[in-house]
């Protein structure tokens, strides 16, 4: 089992930036996909960005159409930690921010299916405001 912890959510202006992360600690070695996935009030949760591993040197990433251009994931091997970095957000992007890990996945339909990952964290809070 992988312990995710998310950080960094806040309150922040429209056209404003925030980074979250995501640290994993166990058995963090079976996991190689690492999704972010957020739910608004009174929306179901869904997929945002997710990157996986698929080989050491091949790995499959997508974002949701909705934050393409202004989300990026980037990872740090060394400490365990993914982030998601987000530009020009706007009050459309206010919403509770999951991290979650699963196994390799090699579409991009599986890397959006919540059903695909084991683990989840408590998530982070991202509200988006004037």
């Known amino acids: 089992q992988v312990q995710l912890v998310e950080s960094g959510g806040g309150l922040v202006t429209p056209g404003g930036s925030l980074r979250l992360s995501c640290a994993a600690s166990?058995?963090?070695?079976?996991?190689?996909?690492m999704g972010w996935f957020r739910q608004a009030p009174g929306k179901e949760r869904e997929f945002v960005a997710a990157?996986?591993?698929?080989?050491?040197?091949?790995?499959?990433?997508d974002y949701a159409d909705s934050v393409k251009g202004r989300f990026t994931m980037s990872g740090d091997n060394a400490k365990n930690t993914v982030y998601l970095q987000m530009t020009s957000l706007s009050s459309e992007d206010t919403a509770r921010y999951y991290c979650?890990?699963?196994?390799?996945?090699?579409?991009?339909?599986?890397?959006?299916?919540?059903?695909?990952?084991?683990?989840w964290g408590q998530g982070t809070q991202v509200t988006v405001s004037s």
């Open positions: 979650a890990a699963g196994r390799p996945m090699e579409t991009l339909k599986e890397l959006k299916e919540q059903d695909e990952y084991d683990d």
């Open positions: 990157v996986s591993w698929t080989t050491r040197f091949t790995y499959t990433t």
């Open positions: 166990g058995r963090t070695f079976s996991r190689y996909t």
